[in-house]
Every structure is written in C-alpha cells, then in structure tokens.
C-alpha cells in the first residue's frame, strides 16, 4: 500500500503577518527508508504574456518569490510504521501581498508536504492558502482627497472632495461633488464609476487590462450648480485587493463624470487604495 501524507491546517485564509500553526500527518504500514520529511512554504508572484508573431505565439514569465520556506520535519532514516503527526509553524510575511489570481498576473500560497523515498515515487500534499491585507494597517496613512477634472479654461468643471483614500469592500465611498461653470451646457446625467485595473510585466513585455466593478448615475433631482452634494457608491463584496508587486500591481480609479450634450464627458478622477 502506498505511504500516505496530508497537512491539517485549522482555516486556508490568513491575513499579513500572521503565525500559520499545523500539523502534517504521514501514515505508513511497513518501515521505510526516506531521505526526510519536508514541508515547503511558497508564496510566488508571477506574470505570463503571450504575444502573437504570424503563425506562431511566444510566452513571456516573470517571477518574485515572496517566501520560500523548507522545514525539515524528520531527518534522513527509516519511519517506523504506524500514524505520525509533525507539528510545524511559519509566519506570512508582513509586507506580503494579497493573493491574486488575474488575466496575466497571479499571487498564490502553498504548503507542499513530502516523504521523500529514495527509488520509488514520493508521497506528496499540496494545500493552497489564501492571504489577505492585514486589516489594521490598512488606514494608517490614510489621508482626504480633493480633485478637480481637466477641461477647457472657463469651461465645465467637476471638484470633488473625499474623506480618504483607502477603502474596505462592502464599505460606501462618500462623494462631496461640486459642478462649476455648466453655463448653457445640457447635462444628460452625472456618474460615478470604480474602475479596477492590472497591470503586468512578463520579462520586457507589459501588459495593461481594466474593468468597470461598479457604476451608478446621480438622479438629477440631487444635482447642484456651484454648491456641494453629496453621494456615495458601494464597494462589491468580492473586488480584489489593491497591491503592487515586483512584476505587477492591481489599483482602482474612481471617476466622477459628466455626460454633456454634443461634448466629450468631462472626468474628473483619483487613485484610491481597496482592500478585500
């Protein structure tokens, strides 16, 4: 019967920082001669880009090594038989990143356990973690924002004032807005919008990808010329933590925009930071 090896860990998600505390449990029937008992700990930041040259693609790859951990848990020797379990201990790296899984970028965690026997096919368990941003340190530079739109001089203008710049999913991002100088401009609607965006460099290729993670017009019974209002738009449940990496980051802009008759809409736009 083949020798069996898993890892019991008390949860798969845990935040920056954190001390991950398990234990590996290995089961074999007979004694067996191994090389040792090993648990590996990787946390890897990579990118891939595909590029089309005629008929034929090339792939570019970079990658970052946020930990890379080997803790040997039995030395070189013969296990006896019988049920073992190895208590292990590692820590997330504080100034770690987000797990990410994109279109030309992911950032992944694993736990790997191995018996390694000399002559025959190791036993082996693969277990995933998911790391998120420690929550308390995600405020503490946070600072208020105030931002204007570009445009002509004299023209249509859009201010906009927030209270800071980094935000929780599922929390409001409040908006004071200030409309200047419409004059005889027709405003069709005004609207705020979250863009969400990767970034990624795979050897000397770059590679830019955006979505809209939410939007939502303004009713124009709450619009005011030359005087603030307020408005606020939700943050989704499941957006992806902002980061920015070795070889890629992930960042959001929010947009506040007007839609003007027979022009080109008038944005006004800031970086904001959110965390999962």
Excluded at 233 to 260: C, E, H, M, N
Aim: with cysteine.
């Amino acid at each position: 019967m083949a020798n069996r090896i898993w890892v019991e860990l008390p949860r798969d998600s845990y935040y920056t920082g954190d001390v991950v505390s398990g234990t590996v449990g290995l089961q074999v029937d007979k004694p067996v001669d191994a090389r040792g008992l090993y648990l590996d700990v990787l946390g890897r930041e990579a990118t891939e880009i595909t590029r089309q040259q005629g008929k034929h693609s090339v792939t570019y790859r970079s990658q970052a090594d946020l930990i890379a951990w080997r803790a040997p848990l039995h030395v070189a020797g013969v296990v006896p038989p019988g049920q073992q379990r190895f208590p292990f201990q590692f820590q997330i790296p504080v100034y770690g990143l987000p797990s990410y899984i994109g279109i030309h970028a992911k950032v992944t965690y694993k736990v790997t356990a191995r018996l390694d026997v000399p002559w025959w096919p190791d036993a082996t368990w693969e277990q995933p973690v998911y790391v998120f941003f420690a929550r308390e340190s995600v405020r503490t530079f946070s600072k208020p924002v105030r931002f204007w739109s570009g445009g002509a001089p004299g023209g249509p203008q859009v201010y906009v004032e927030l209270d800071g710049d980094r935000f929780f999913a599922r929390e409001m991002i409040g908006c004071r807005i200030t409309l200047l100088r419409l004059g005889e401009h027709r405003v069709r609607r005004v609207y705020v919008r979250l863009v969400g965006g990767e970034w990624a460099r795979a050897q000397n290729t770059e590679e830019t990808t955006t979505k809209r993670v939410a939007e939502l017009d303004i009713p124009m019974g709450a619009i005011r010329v030359g005087e603030p209002f307020t408005f606020e738009i939700p943050i989704p449940a499941d957006v992806q933590s902002a980061y920015r990496g070795t070889y890629s980051y992930y960042s959001y802009l929010l947009q506040i925009g007007l839609d003007i008759a027979w022009a080109t809409d008038l944005v006004a736009e800031t970086p904001i930071v959110i965390v999962r």
